[in-house]
């Protein structure tokens, strides 16, 4: 039988950025759906990151790699809730 629990995840990363870069990288994060800025400073960005899987947020983190400016997107702290209802 499969599982049917639903979990939520919630990750945060690092993202560097290239001198000169950070206005159109933190423009391009905002519009990124599931993650949200919490910091930014000495060309780097704090964001939290929230989906409903591991694959979720690794495919955000990969996206904010891809853009134009970042140096490197790097993950690190991931917590997982499973979701109040579901049963194992």
Avoid at 35 to 49: H, K, L
Wanted: charged share 20%; no cysteine.
């Amino acid at each position: 039988m499969p599982d049917a629990r639903r979990y939520h995840h919630i990750s945060s990363a690092v993202i560097s950025v290239i001198p000169g870069r950070m206005d159109f990288v933190l423009e391009s994060v905002a519009r990124t759906e599931g993650v949200e800025i919490r910091g930014q400073g000495n060309n780097r960005i704090v964001v939290v990151m929230e989906g409903g899987s591991a694959g979720e947020l690794g495919a955000a983190l990969t996206t904010l790699g891809a853009l134009e400016g970042v140096v490197a997107a790097n993950m690190v702290f991931e917590h997982i809730e499973e979701l109040e209802g579901t049963e194992p």
